[in-house]
């Protein structure tokens, strides 16, 4: 029977597998551009993973994939991601907040749900020195302190938003705890904190 033929009850029989049908079309599409990252692109598996993901967080696929790295065939979004999503989630009154002291050696990364303030565990350079964290947290250490902070408040408060995800910064420093080279420059992680550093601008401007 093919698909323009009636099944009981007189009605048409749904398309098989449409929609992975749609998205692998689309997946194909993608993989030809030259503005996705190396991970993506040529790669429609990888693209589809892509999707998927973006389907749970409602956010758009290429916002996935210029947002987030492979680890040991996981994704893990960059922390200026996580924090985006935090913010807009509408789970907080208003963005996630700091408080970072003046030495920068130490920072709680808290927000306001209903009226209530939460605050997320202290996160410090002792803690990045015991661990053996990345060399990132002695060039840009309040912006590591901020990062970390806000990923340990997500988990701990709103997991819901993240349903999970892997942090990439946290996980470079887990590989560089273990010995493992770290994938991403000093040079990038200052394009993400310019990123986040725009888009608390543009989330308080508006």
Same mark, same amino acid.
């Given at each position: $029977? =093919?698909?323009?033929?009636?099944?009981?009850?007189?009605?048409?029989?749904?398309?098989?597998?449409?929609?992975?049908?749609?998205?692998?079309?689309?997946? #194909?599409?993608?993989? =030809?551009?030259? /503005?996705?990252?190396? +991970?993506?692109?040529?790669?429609?598996?990888?693209?589809?993973? @892509? $999707? *998927?993901? @973006?389907?749970?967080?409602?956010?758009?696929? !290429?916002?996935? $994939?210029?947002?987030?790295?492979?680890?040991?065939? &996981?994704? @893990?979004?960059d922390? &200026?991601?996580?924090?985006?999503? !935090?913010?807009?989630?509408? &789970?907080?009154?208003?963005?996630?907040?700091?408080?970072?002291?003046?030495?920068?050696?130490?920072?709680?990364?808290?927000?306001?749900?209903?009226?209530?303030?939460?605050?997320?565990?202290? !996160?410090?350079?002792?803690?990045? &020195?015991? =661990?053996?964290?990345?060399?990132?947290? =002695?060039?840009?250490?309040?912006?590591m /302190?901020?990062?970390r +902070?806000?990923?340990?408040?997500?988990?701990?408060?709103?997991? *819901?938003?993240?349903?999970? $995800?892997?942090?990439?910064q946290?996980?470079?420093?887990?590989?560089?705890?273990?010995?493992?080279?770290?994938? #991403?420059?000093?040079?990038?992680? /200052?394009?993400?904190?310019?990123?986040?550093?725009? +888009?608390?601008?543009?989330?308080?401007?508006?």
């Amino acid at each position: $029977m =093919n698909e323009n033929q009636l099944v009981a009850g007189g009605q048409p029989p749904q398309p098989q597998n449409y929609q992975l049908q749609q998205q692998y079309t689309i997946a #194909q599409d993608l993989a =030809n551009s030259n /503005l996705l990252p190396d +991970a993506f692109r040529g790669n429609v598996p990888n693209i589809l993973i @892509a $999707m *998927e993901s @973006a389907n749970r967080f409602g956010i758009a696929p !290429v916002e996935v $994939m210029k947002n987030t790295h492979i680890i040991k065939g &996981k994704l @893990a979004f960059d922390s &200026k991601m996580v924090i985006a999503l !935090v913010n807009r989630s509408g &789970k907080l009154d208003g963005p996630i907040q700091y408080w970072l002291d003046d030495n920068e050696t130490e920072c709680v990364a808290y927000g306001f749900i209903n009226g209530v303030q939460y605050t997320g565990p202290k !996160v410090t350079l002792a803690m990045a &020195k015991a =661990n053996r964290w990345g060399s990132l947290w =002695n060039t840009i250490p309040g912006i590591m /302190l901020r990062y970390r +902070a806000a990923i340990f408040f997500t988990r701990l408060t709103i997991p *819901e938003v993240i349903l999970g $995800m892997d942090d990439f910064q946290e996980q470079q420093d887990i590989q560089a705890h273990n010995g493992h080279q770290q994938t #991403q420059s000093d040079a990038s992680a /200052l394009d993400n904190l310019n990123d986040c550093i725009t +888009a608390e601008i543009d989330y308080q401007g508006n």
